[in-house]
Structure formats: structure tokens, C-alpha cells
């Protein structure tokens, strides 16, 4: 039997943790919407343009202090600039009106730090998001790759990389709706979770035809004459480049019925 898993697109929100002792290699990791670097959360809020036209992030970061609790300070930063604030100095909020609990603990002592040491490196927003999934097939052994496949989804995402002082960066990415952040749904092959195998070049022929075979008789069933002859270009490319394979000559006179039928606009 066929199946195609990840066909419908699972949206999750990620928020996993990011620890000071890992140093990654490669592209900075991807840790979701929230990072914890020691006793520090940083949490990507929004990115918002303001009326001079530039790009800033909107980050609340959070640390657990033995001594003063849970201090919390929402900034509104730009590319360069680092979050918290350095021993000695009050944090700016962006409004002067506002005296947090952390501005009280700082003003009373001057040696409490509120500096996770990370500086903002980039930030794009992205007018949609490209999803990757991988279209397998049931196997006596388990699930076999047929191809990764990738789909733009209409959310708009927001995605900041982050300098650790000295050390390793990370990615922070969310959304700017109530959308929860599109997510890949892989293969082992393909660097994913689920569990298949790749498949040779007569298991490949045999799943692809299987899968076209399976998308042109559902678009058949349309009433629209345009969706009804992209059924028939697939019944058409199914006789000529899946002849051979046991799906086409198991369907055989159906599917060249339908190649050939006259469709009413």
C-alpha cells in the first residue's frame, strides 16, 4: 500500500533549549522561538519597521536570580546592538514611564548583571516559508524515500541570528500571526526523524507511478474542465514514462479512457 505521510503540513512551534557547552558547527542551529543560555531566556517576540523604515526585533529576556527572583526586560533592539544590560547601568525599555522590577533591583545593586553576552547579527522578515517533506511508501521492511518534495506556505516569518560573545551563533524564527511556525516533516535520508530507507531505481519508478497515478484520479473527480485536463497530461505521462511499471498495466485500459476522453469546458 502507498502512502504518502507529511502530505497535510504539521505546524508546530518549536521552543528548544540552547545551553552555554554546546558549540555547533555549520549554519547557526535553528533552537525555535526560545533560547536558554544559562540562567537567561530569550524569547523573539515580533520584528517591527518603525517610521524611520528600519528593521527591529522585539526581544523579552528573562533570568532566574537567586537573589532578586524572576527579572524580565523587553527591548526593542536593531542589528549590532546586545540584549540586557551590563552591571551598573539601567536597561532601556523604550518608554520612560516604566520602572520594572529589574530597574528597582539594579537602582538598589549596582554589581546585579543582566547580561546574557548576545548581540543581534541579522534579522529578515520572510513573506512566506519553504516547507520540506518527504513523500514515502510502505515496505515489507518498513518506509522507503520516494523524492523530497517543497511547498512555499503563505506565513510570514521572522528570523533573527544571534552572536553568543565569543562563542557559537543561533537562529530564533516566529511568526507575525497566530500561525505556529511551519516545520519540515523529513526522512532519515533526508536529515528527518521518520524512519526509511532509500529506495532503488525499480522501487522508485514503481512508487512515483503509484503517486501520479493516485493525484490524477482525485483530480479527475473535479467538475473544473482545467483540473480535469491536468489529470489527463499525468494519464498521459503515466503511459509514457510508467508503461513498464505494474500500477500502469494493472490500470491500463482506464487510464488511456481517460487520456483520451473529451472534456466539456
Not at 540584549?83 to 545593586?109: E, I, N
Request: glycine content about 6%; aromatic content about 4%.
Amino acid at each position: 500500500m502507498v502512502t504518502k505521510l507529511a502530505a497535510a503540513l504539521f505546524l508546530l512551534a518549536a521552543a528548544t533549549a540552547l545551553h552555554a557547552d554546546v558549540t555547533p558547527q555549520g549554519p547557526p542551529p535553528v533552537v525555535g522561538t526560545t533560547g536558554i543560555i544559562g540562567p537567561y531566556t530569550v524569547e523573539l517576540v515580533s520584528l517591527e519597521t518603525g517610521r524611520d523604515g528600519v528593521l527591529r526585533v522585539r526581544m523579552r529576556v528573562t533570568k532566574k536570580d537567586p537573589v532578586h527572583g524572576e527579572l524580565q526586560l523587553v527591548q526593542l533592539l536593531t542589528a549590532g546592538e546586545s540584549l540586557g544590560a551590563a552591571p551598573g547601568t539601567l536597561p532601556d525599555t523604550g518608554d520612560p514611564r516604566t520602572q520594572s522590577k529589574l530597574h528597582v533591583a539594579m537602582s538598589k545593586d549596582p554589581k546585579l548583571s543582566f547580561d546574557p553576552q548576545v548581540t543581534i547579527v541579522s534579522m529578515k522578515q520572510h513573506p512566506d516559508w519553504v516547507v520540506r517533506w518527504c513523500n514515502l511508501v510502505k515496505l515489507p521492511d518498513g518506509f522507503g524515500c520516494v523524492e523530497l518534495e517543497k511547498r512555499r506556505v503563505p506565513v510570514r516569518v521572522n528570523e533573527v541570528v544571534f552572536q553568543r560573545t565569543g562563542k557559537w551563533k543561533f537562529t530564533l524564527r516566529n511568526t507575525n500571526s497566530m500561525a505556529k511556525m511551519p516545520t519540515d516533516e523529513t526522512c532519515t535520508v533526508h536529515g528527518g526523524r521518520i524512519l526509511a530507507r532509500s529506495l532503488d531505481a525499480a522501487e522508485t519508478m514503481d512508487a512515483k507511478a503509484a503517486f501520479q497515478l493516485a493525484r490524477a484520479d482525485e483530480d479527475w473527480k473535479s467538475r473544473s474542465p482545467k483540473v480535469r485536463r491536468r489529470a489527463q497530461e499525468a494519464y498521459l505521462k503515466l503511459l509514457k514514462d510508467f508503461a513498464s511499471t505494474p500500477v500502469v498495466s494493472s490500470n491500463l485500459d482506464r487510464i488511456k479512457t481517460r487520456s483520451e476522453e473529451a472534456i466539456d469546458e
